[in-house]
């Protein structure tokens, strides 16, 4: 199976998300948790559908140490024991974010209180960002219709 477009051919495309995955990057090296990291990222792709970002966070999350059990149970995260409070709080923002046009409320005042207990403002800022950045690649990539599979951790280091 072969995307259906490849953005990387097109030099206005490929120069935007040159510019894209380098605000990931800034992304990466923030003071939010790189296991929160990687866990929103799933969670935002799972939901979104897209099986390139699934198969990319989920690899990247094991090559970083996580733990299988916790990576097959973010799905589940509401009934899963394996999260902290902190990394439950960023789970349910994601969703909420994530989830603005399913009738889901948006983010209201009850989930932004939860989570602003466990993150300073530099990490909800970062929170925040990385949640909008994943559904913009999400997207990209669903409409794409990019493979899964093959990814390979670290490549976009």
């Known amino acids: ?10 030099p206005g495309a490929a120069k935007a998300l040159k ?4 605000a990931g990057r800034v992304l990466k090296e923030s003071p939010l948790p790189a296991a929160t990291q990687e866990l929103v990222a799933l969670r ?5 559908g897209c099986a390139a970002c699934v198969d990319m966070h989920t690899k990247e999350a094991a090559a ?11 799905a589940a995260w509401r009934e899963a024991t394996v999260f902290t409070g902190a990394e ?3 789970l349910e923002l994601a969703e909420r974010a994530t989830r603005i046009a399913d009738g889901a409320g948006g983010v209201g005042d009850e989930v932004w209180a939860r989570v602003t207990r466990h993150y300073d403002e530099e990490q ?7 949640i ?3 559904n913009t690649a999400n997207r990209l990539n669903v409409i794409a219709r990019r493979p899964a599979g093959d990814d390979e951790a670290g490549r976009f280091h």
């Open 44 to 48: 935002v792709s799972q939901i979104n």
């Open 64 to 74: 970083a140490g996580e733990s299988p059990v916790r990576l097959n149970l973010v």
């Open 132 to 134: 909008s950045f994943m």
């Open 19 to 22: 510019h894209l995955m380098s």
């Open 124 to 130: 909800l800022t970062a929170l925040a960002v990385l």
């Open 88 to 90: 439950r709080a960023a």
């Open 1 to 10: 199976m072969d995307a259906r477009l490849d953005y990387f051919a097109d």
